[in-house]
T-cell receptor, first 112, second 117 residues
Framework: GDSVTQMEGPVTLSEEAFLTINCTYT??????LFWYVQYPGEGLQLLLK?????DKGSNKGFEATYRKETTSFHLEKGSVQVSDSAVYFC???????????FGAGTILRVKS | GAVVSQHPSWVICKSGTSVKIECRSL??????MFWYRQFPKQSLMLMAT?????????EQGVEKDKFLINHASLTLSTLTVTSAHPEDSSFYIC?????????????FGPGTRLTVT
């Protein structure tokens, strides 16, 4: 079945450092790919998405590119802030959008 | 737009009682909503898909008689945990599916923390 693998955390960075959180997937067909963020005590918020190969999703300084050849959707940000501290989930869904398959989540801690 | 609310945000109940959690799409209609369960420091596990006007579809291993789902309108789905036990304590999150250009997106509620004593 479909699956998503994320790098384990926690990831601890200093403010203004570069961030990469790796995400790879296994799926039949051509899924849509998502990054969600969960701040402490809150539900998930869609951070960015990409629906086809070579698409780049971007939002709030975060970017991820849909790489079909490597089945990856790595999340990057050039300069993190303390307010970016949260749990980040990579996810995929099929064409029918009926199910989201989540990775395990990666905790990001940014120190000032 | 695309705001999803949940009520209550947290609830404590005694073992053996039932608890109802509401999920509402506030500014849009959703024919399909989803219910997830999240254990501490873990990912979300899909419990069931809730379709307006029809029976919910449960994932393998989820007891449909224990977790009753009702999707009575295009803006409301409810999850009732019947005869709750301490092992049902968890963070329950709902989402509503929205059709976008070329794909679907899910918008999530803020979650409900259930503690069974």
């Amino acid at each position: 079945g479909d699956s998503v693998t994320q790098m384990e955390g926690p990831v601890t960075l200093s403010e203004e450092a570069f961030l990469t959180i790796n995400c790879t997937y296994t799926a039949t067909g051509y899924p849509s790919l998502f990054w969600y963020v969960q701040y402490p005590g809150e539900g998930l918020q869609l951070l960015l998405k990409a629906t086809k190969a070579d698409d780049k999703g971007s939002n709030k300084g975060f970017e991820a590119t849909y790489r079909k050849e490597t089945t990856s959707f790595h999340l990057e940000k050039g300069s993190v802030q303390v307010s970016d501290s949260a749990v980040y989930f990579c996810a995929l869904s099929g064409i029918d959008g009926n199910k989201l398959v989540f990775g395990a989540g990666t905790i990001l801690r940014v120190k000032s | 737009g695309a705001v999803v609310s949940q009520h209550p945000s947290w609830v404590i109940c005694k073992s053996g009682t039932s608890v109802k959690i509401e999920c509402r799409s506030l500014d849009f209609q959703a024919t399909t909503m989803f219910w997830y369960r999240q254990f501490p420091k873990q990912s979300l596990m899909l419990m069931a898909t809730s379709n307006e006007g029809s029976k919910a579809t449960y994932e393998q291993g989820v007891e449909k008689d224990k977790f009753l789902i009702n999707h009575a309108s295009l803006t409301l789905s409810t999850l009732t945990v019947t005869s709750a036990h301490p092992e049902d304590s968890s963070f329950y999150i709902c989402s509503a599916r929205v059709r976008t250009t070329g794909s679907y997106e899910q918008y999530f509620g803020p979650g409900t923390r259930l503690t069974v004593t």
